[in-house]
T-cell receptor, first 115, second 114 residues
C-alpha cells in the first residue's frame, strides 16, 4: 500500500523554467491538496481539489496551477519558476469529510530549489 | 481568520523524561478537529494524535496524550517516557468540520537527548 506518492523527490530549476510536480494516491480518496513548507513556518495550502473535476485556491496560489487528472492524480505546475518558490512541497489526500474526521495523509515531499 | 500558534520554537529534554508541547488556536467555529503531526528528519508528515472538538475526553495514543481545553482554545501534546525516535518537528493543526483547509502552526523542534 503506497499511500500518497510524489515525484520527483528533489528538483533544481533556473528562474523562468517550468515544471510539474506529480502526486498520486491509491486510497480512493476524494480530496487532494498541495502545500508548501518554508523554514520557520508550518505548511500552507496552495490549491486543493475537493473532488474529481474541481479545484480551488488555497492560501498561497499565486504562481501555481493545478490539474486534477483523475481521482488518483493531482499535479502542481510552476509556469515560470521564481526564487521565492524555493520550498518543500507536500501533496496530501483525504476522504475525511465522509468519515467526519478530516484526516489528511501526506506524501514524502519534493524539495524544490529555484536559482 | 483561523490561526494556530505554537509558542515554543525549540525544546530539548533527556530520554525517558516527559515533555509537553503547547498549542493555542483561534476560531469562532464550534465544530472542528485538532491534530498533532510529527515530522522527523525524513520529512514525512506523520499523524500522532487527533481530537474531535465535540468530545470532552482527551485523546490518548500510547505514550502520547493531549490536554484539550476548548474554552481556552488550547491543545497541548504530552509525550511520556520520551524516546530518541521522538526527535522531530511537531506541528499542531486544526480544520473546521466540513472545510478543506487544514491550518498549521509554525512548529516546535523537539530534541530528545540520550
Amino acid at each position: 500500500n503506497a499511500g500518497v506518492t510524489q515525484t520527483p523527490k528533489f528538483q533544481v530549476l533556473k528562474t523562468g523554467q517550468s515544471m510539474t510536480l506529480q502526486c498520486a494516491q491509491d486510497m480512493n480518496h476524494n480530496s487532494m491538496y498541495w502545500y508548501r513548507q518554508d523554514p520557520g513556518m508550518g505548511l500552507r495550502l496552495i490549491y486543493y481539489s475537493a473532488s474529481e473535476g474541481t479545484t480551488d485556491k488555497g492560501e498561497v496560489p499565486n504562481g501555481y496551477n493545478v490539474s486534477r487528472l483523475n481521482k488518483r492524480e493531482f499535479s502542481l505546475r510552476l509556469e515560470s519558476a521564481a526564487p521565492s518558490q524555493t520550498s518543500v512541497y507536500f501533496c496530501a489526500s483525504s476522504d475525511g469529510l465522509q468519515r467526519g474526521h478530516n484526516e489528511q495523509f501526506f506524501g514524502p515531499g519534493t524539495r524544490l530549489t529555484v536559482l | 481568520a483561523q490561526t494556530v500558534t505554537q509558542s515554543q520554537p525549540e525544546m530539548s529534554v533527556q530520554e525517558a523524561e516527559t515533555v509537553t508541547l503547547s498549542c493555542t488556536y483561534d476560531t469562532s467555529e464550534s465544530n472542528y478537529y485538532l491534530f498533532w503531526y510529527k515530522q522527523p528528519p525524513s520529512r514525512q508528515m506523520i499523524l500522532v494524535i487527533r481530537q474531535e472538538a465535540y468530545k470532552q475526553q482527551n485523546a490518548t495514543e500510547n505514550r502520547f496524550s493531549v490536554n484539550f481545553q476548548k474554552a481556552a482554545k488550547s491543545f497541548s501534546l504530552k509525550i511520556s517516557d520520551s524516546q530518541l525516535g521522538d526527535t522531530a518537528m511537531y506541528f499542531c493543526a486544526f480544520i473546521i468540520q466540513g472545510a478543506q483547509k487544514l491550518v498549521f502552526g509554525q512548529g516546535t523542534r523537539l530534541t530528545i537527548n540520550p
